[in-house]
């Protein structure tokens, strides 16, 4: 684990190396998101374009080293976005490892816990699925 200031000095720094990134995708006509240290960009760039910026970017800090996973589908974090004629549809994503085994109901923990995944589980798909038939097919990989 490490300090729990680590991961405020990590988001200021962050902040400080990725402002000239930032500029150059807004003013390219995208969008930039970041969640501690995955980035998300869309952007209407051609890859060679992206790659040669990544790495000038990749410049400015060598402990820092960005790394594109370009395409019209993309797996950001615990979701799932593919581009589908211009508009973004979004689902749950499931890493290959994913084992759908959760607490077992015989164990110690407190029932309010017990209960609380299918509830929790539903919500994120709720949250995620971006298209009905989205979350029913999530809703029936719950069951």
Not at 5 to 16: G, Q, S
Not at 46 to 53: D, Y
Request: hydrophobic fraction near 40%; glycine fraction near 4%; proline fraction near 4%.
């Amino acid at each position: 684990m490490g300090s729990p200031l680590t991961l405020t000095i990590a988001n200021c720094y962050m902040f400080f190396f990725e402002r000239d990134i930032v500029k150059q995708i807004i003013n390219g006509g995208g969008s930039y998101l970041r969640y501690i240290d995955d980035m998300f960009i869309i952007i209407n760039w051609s890859e060679r374009h992206l790659n040669k910026q990544i790495d000038q970017w990749n410049l400015f800090d060598l402990n820092i080293q960005l790394k594109a996973q370009a395409g019209s589908s993309i797996d950001f974090l615990d979701l799932s976005v593919e581009n589908v004629n211009g508009h973004l549809l979004t689902k749950v994503y499931h890493k290959p490892s994913h084992e759908p085994y959760y607490l077992p109901f015989n164990s110690v923990h407190p029932m309010h816990m017990k209960k609380n995944i299918p509830f929790a589980m539903l919500l994120r798909a709720i949250r995620y699925c971006s298209t009905f038939k989205a979350f029913l097919n999530e809703r029936e990989d719950l069951r």
